[in-house]
């Protein structure tokens, strides 16, 4: 079993930056094998893709409208992926969700993620 654990969300102003964390676990699970991703759900809209990250971490695609402000990376040896989010609008406003795909190829599209995790609330004040 895959267990996916976010944290680092908050309330924040905008103009402020915020940094997500997602610490996988699982018997045998490495995030050195999967692409990992980013995802967000905003009060009444659908969830959408944010970012996604190779599992050698040399391809990373994000979604159009957030290149520039948001960056994701990860440490295998901690198991664990990050999206760092900058200059930060109140349009950010959403639950973030980890995901694990089920192969090592980076993909925006959701339907590659097996594994989920609860989310984590941000919120950005204007």
């Known amino acids: 079993q895959v267990q996916l654990v976010e944290s680092g969300g908050g309330l924040v102003q905008a103009g402020g930056s915020l940094r997500l964390s997602c610490a996988a676990s699982g018997r045998t699970f490495s995030i050195s094998s999967y692409a990992m991703g980013w995802f967000r759900q905003a009060p009444g809209k659908e969830r959408e893709s944010v970012a996604t990250?190779?599992?050698?971490?040399?391809?990373?695609y994000y979604a159009d409208s957030l290149k520039g402000r948001f960056t994701i990376s990860k440490d295998n040896a901690k198991n664990t992926v990050y999206l760092q989010m900058n200059s930060l609008k109140p349009e950010d406003t959403a639950i973030y969700y980890c995901?694990?795909?089920?192969?090592?190829?980076?993909?925006?599209?959701?339907?590659?993620?097996?594994?989920w995790g609860q989310g984590t609330q941000v919120t950005v004040s204007s």
């Open positions: 995901a694990a795909a089920t192969t090592g190829w980076a993909s925006l599209a959701q339907g590659q993620y097996k594994y």
């Open positions: 990250i190779n599992w050698s971490s040399s391809i990373t």
